[in-house]
Structure formats: structure tokens, C-alpha cells
């Protein structure tokens, strides 16, 4: 299967910071997704971006399909940005999706 | 907004017991979905349904785990007799494309 690959595993911001947070994956892909688990285990779909930049608020969203990466950005966190950034991935638009291990953020006041 | 909603948030049961886990997906959606998440671990698949039928399922979703849509709005997830490792954080899922929309999770505990 693919393998996907997150970076950082774990991220402390200061509230305000920016950061980019990075998903690798090993082969060809017609579906990406970003999801955001928040504190109490909610998942939450940020965007569904398999190539190309989108923005929704704060949040962008970054994937070059032929470099196998995407990046998602966060601008000025919250606190209410903490928990954990999941990228998922899969080969066919309804397949499967293959999670990586997931970015853990804390925002700090 | 529509969601998903699952039941019940908690689930403790005892080995060997059988349990069943219930979503209602949103109710435009064709796809469905079921993933669990081990405390600490990755989310993964468990399996997918579409057209009142199994697409594709992992290699967890043994003959111990079936699926169902009993109607036209549930959609169950069973497990026969219940492991120590079937413990873990249930999630349904459904979407009209590609899009994946999770329902907050059943809690299940096997002791």
C-alpha cells in the first residue's frame, strides 16, 4: 500500500506563530485529504486538495501530486488549533484512505 | 450542517460478547465507511460500502466483523465475539465524492 510519511511529529507554537506542516507519500495519488482530531477525538475534515492550493481562513493547503507531498499551512494559531493534523491519502477517488501517523500541535496562550 | 452521527459514544463490553455499533450517514451520501484508531495510533481502514454491498475491506475486517444497512438510514457495524484488541475508537464515515465526513466515534472497551 502507500506509504505516507508526516513531518514534524510533534509541534508547540506560541499563539500567533505560523508553522507548515509536511505529508510525503510514496506513490501516484487521486485523493488527499487533511483532517484536524481535535482534543476530544472529533475528526475534521480540513480540505480534500489531491493537487493544487486551496484556503479556508487561516488554513492553507498545498499538494504537487508529482512530488508526492503536501504541505498544510497554519497562519496566527489559536489554542483551538491544537490536536492532531492527520494527512490521508489514497489511489482511486473512493478508495481507502491511508493515514499518516498525524502531526501533534499544541498552541500555547 | 448535516452530519454523522453515531451510537452509542461509549461501548464497554465483556471478551467473547457480541456488539453492535450504529451510524446514520448523512443522508445524501452514497459511500460508507467504517475506520477504528487504537489509542495512540494512526486511523485505520476497516471497510467501505456502497451500493448495499461490501467494496473493499482491510485485512482487520475478519469473519468476525460484519456490516449492515438494515434501512435506509442506518448503517452497523457488528462484531461476533468480541478481542482484548478490538479495543478502540470506531469511526463511521460517509461521503456523496470524495470528500470524507466522520461521525465522533464510538468509544468500544473489551474487558
Known amino acids: 500500500g502507500i506509504q505516507v510519511e508526516q513531518s514534524p511529529p510533534d509541534l508547540i507554537l506560541q499563539e500567533g506563530a505560523n508553522s507548515t506542516l509536511r505529508c510525503n507519500f510514496s506513490?501516484?495519488?487521486?485523493?488527499l485529504q487533511w483532517f484536524h482530531q481535535n482534543p476530544w477525538g472529533q475528526l475534521i475534515n480540513l480540505f480534500y486538495i489531491p493537487s493544487g492550493t486551496k484556503q479556508n481562513g487561516r488554513l492553507s493547503a498545498t499538494t504537487v501530486a508529482t512530488e508526492r507531498y503536501s504541505l498544510l499551512y497554519i497562519s496566527s494559531s489559536q489554542t483551538t488549533d491544537s490536536g492532531v493534523y492527520f494527512c490521508a491519502v489514497a489511489s482511486d477517488s473512493w478508495g481507502k484512505l491511508q493515514f499518516g501517523a498525524g502531526t501533534q500541535v499544541v498552541v500555547t496562550p | 450542517e448535516p452530519e454523522v452521527t453515531q451510537t452509542p459514544s461509549h461501548q464497554v463490553t465483556q471478551m467473547g460478547q457480541e456488539v453492535i455499533l450504529r451510524c446514520v450517514p448523512i443522508s445524501n451520501h452514497l459511500y460508507f465507511y467504517w475506520y477504528r484508531q487504537i489509542l495512540g495510533q494512526k486511523v485505520e481502514f476497516l471497510v467501505s460500502f456502497y451500493n448495499n454491498e461490501i467494496s473493499e475491506k482491510s485485512e482487520i475486517f475478519d469473519d468476525q466483523f460484519s456490516v449492515e444497512r438494515p434501512d435506509g438510514s442506518n448503517f452497523t457495524l457488528k462484531i461476533r465475539s468480541t478481542k482484548l484488541e478490538d479495543s478502540a475508537m470506531y469511526f463511521c464515515?460517509?461521503?456523496?465524492?470524495?470528500?470524507?465526513?466522520f461521525g465522533s466515534g464510538t468509544q468500544l472497551s473489551v474487558l
Open positions: 506513490d501516484s495519488v487521486n485523493n
Open positions: 464515515a460517509s461521503t456523496p465524492d470524495e470528500k470524507l465526513f
